[in-house]
């Protein structure tokens, strides 16, 4: 095992061994990755630092507070709490992370860095994955809690701007920039993402917030020509009473932010459940991942944790008569490990949503 230091001033670990060898290291980290950080709703925030950190805590307050009520047998089933255990990470805009004079080598954080360098690389696409986790691939996990989540919120604070600074024009184009240079550098997260745009207007200035809202929601519905990404952004929230407005009334943010966030998933369940049916039998490879993949939009979307776990038990099930058609074929000692390591991975994730 060779070490190199990486740009957080850590070290980084590189296993020098054949491919097999490496597939099977990066199966124990991803397992290792189940324990300790679950798969959760995601939710990104991208904006100023102090806003979003503001942001987060509300989200995360309004979601303690409805997993009280469910537990309380006050609205829904107790057993759905885990569908707001959201997972909220907040990132500056990108161009943040440009190298400036007094910051010379800002460090970029993967969600930007590697969906810039990704499709150069070919990193996303899904050949460069194929020797690893064959029934179930590895960039299924890391896009599920890094590259794509169910609902980015992109926020402009202008609350404290010098009175007689503001101007909607120009503050418009910078909205209609920063839309577009995260549908243009982050395809893998802008493809499906649900956008809800948030702004919070100056506190020491008359502004009208219905005619911002009108005019950007036009702006955007002429520089979004296609249909997809003008459909993918879901609000506009216009806020003329600042950040502590939303603290003590945040019903409105939440409400859009959550349900958008239910949606994602669902759509994603619906998705994977049709390409499923058009299997020819539930014996083929696929089908393992797609059960799979089912299970966990289950618990994403509506912690439903009987037909997760229905779905769950499926996949194992699956992985157990892969391969069955085709008995008179010795099966390979790498093609058995490959089917042990998903059952145990499948085993696992079924007893993280069962403790979750």
């Known amino acids: 095992m060779d070490s190199t230091s990486n740009e957080n001033g850590g070290t980084d670990y590189v296993l020098k061994a054949p491919d097999s060898q490496v597939a099977m290291w990066s199966r124990y980290k991803r397992i290792q990755d189940i324990v300790l950080n679950p798969i959760h709703p995601l939710i990104v925030l991208i904006g100023d630092p102090e806003c979003t950190s503001a942001l987060k805590k509300i989200l995360h307050d309004q979601a303690r507070v409805l997993q009280q009520q469910l537990q309380a047998g006050v609205a829904g089933q107790a057993d759905e709490t885990s569908k707001f255990n959201f997972d909220i990470n907040t990132y500056q805009f990108q161009h943040k992370y440009k190298p400036t004079k007094s910051n010379p080598s800002p460090v970029m954080p993967p969600f930007y860095k590697e969906q810039l360098s990704g499709f150069a690389s070919g990193m996303f696409k899904k050949h460069s994955n194929q020797h690893e986790l064959g029934y179930i691939k590895v960039r299924f996990f890391d896009s599920l809690t890094i590259f794509k989540p169910a609902v980015t919120v992109l926020s402009f604070d202008w609350q404290n701007l010098p009175i007689g600074t503001f101007d909607w024009p120009t503050q418009e184009k ?183």
Do not use: W
């Open 174 to 356: 910078g909205v209609l920039d920063e839309v577009k240079n995260f549908q243009d550098n982050c395809m893998v997260s802008a493809k499906d993402t649900k956008i809800i745009i948030l702004i919070l207007l100056p506190l020491n200035e008359e502004v009208n917030a219905d005619e911002c809202r009108n005019s950007l929601k036009n702006a955007l519905r002429q520089r979004n020509p296609d249909e997809q990404q003008y459909q993918n952004i879901k609000q506009i929230l216009v806020n003329p009473n600042g950040i502590l407005s939303i603290q003590s009334n945040p019903k409105n943010l939440v409400k859009h932010v959550f349900e958008n966030c239910n949606q994602y998933y669902a759509n994603k369940k619906r998705d994977v459940k049709a390409k499923q049916r058009k299997l020819i039998n539930k014996d083929q490879t696929e089908n393992v991942r797609y059960a799979f993949k089912i299970g966990v939009y289950s618990q994403l979307s509506k912690g439903e944790l009987p037909t997760s776990l229905k779905y769950m038990r499926e996949a194992y099930e699956s992985i157990k008569l892969s391969g069955a058609g085709n008995s008179s074929l010795p099966l390979l000692k790498s093609n058995l490990e490959e089917r042990r390591d998903n059952a145990d991975l499948i085993c696992l994730q079924m007893l993280v949503y069962l403790l979750d």
